[in-house]
């Protein structure tokens, strides 16, 4: 599809007023009657060689987290439970860390993306944490994804 110089130069004051891809989709479609994928848009603003810079999604004020903390972040509401999130998830997981239970031993875990939690074994394959202990770790892990945005 041939865009006319009038269309083209339109197409830049757009992405120089900051209008995202997306935006300049629809205007293309709404005020050009052009309809394009996005695919299309991003190729024709890469044709006119348009720099385009994606803003960067602002941090909430609250809770703003330093993003070079590489330790992971430990949860403790005082129980005998401690659950600790993954600063570097495990490949295929949404999200990871690990968990030490009341009698001392720890097990990794991790939440797919499908929902599913897995609790991963250690050294001692036959070990199954008090049902007690697997209810305050769900308790803990829950409220800790959430305050992270999961």
């Known amino acids: 599809m041939e865009l006319s110089d009038s269309q083209k130069s339109t197409v830049a004051t757009w992405i120089a007023e900051g209008k995202s891809l997306a935006d300049v989709q629809t205007l293309l479609r709404e005020e ?3 309809s394009m994928t996005y695919m299309d848009v991003r190729f024709l603003v890469d044709d006119l060689n348009i720099t385009f810079e994606e803003p960067e999604p602002e941090e909430p004020e609250e809770g703003k987290q330093d993003s070079e903390a590489v330790e992971a972040e430990v949860v403790n509401e005082g129980g005998a439970v401690t659950v600790e999130v993954d600063a570097l998830m495990r490949p295929g997981a949404l999200v990871s860390g690990s968990v ?3 009698d001392g031993k720890s097990l990794n ?3 797919s993306s499908t929902g599913q939690l897995g609790l991963i074994p250690g050294d001692d394959p036959d070990y199954r944490p008090s049902p007690e202990d697997v209810e305050d770790f ?3 892990l829950q409220e800790v994804l959430q305050q992270k945005g999961y």
């Open 100 to 102: 030490t239970f009341s």
């Open 138 to 140: 769900q308790a803990q």
């Open 109 to 111: 875990w991790q939440l």
């Open 32 to 34: 050009l009657s052009l």
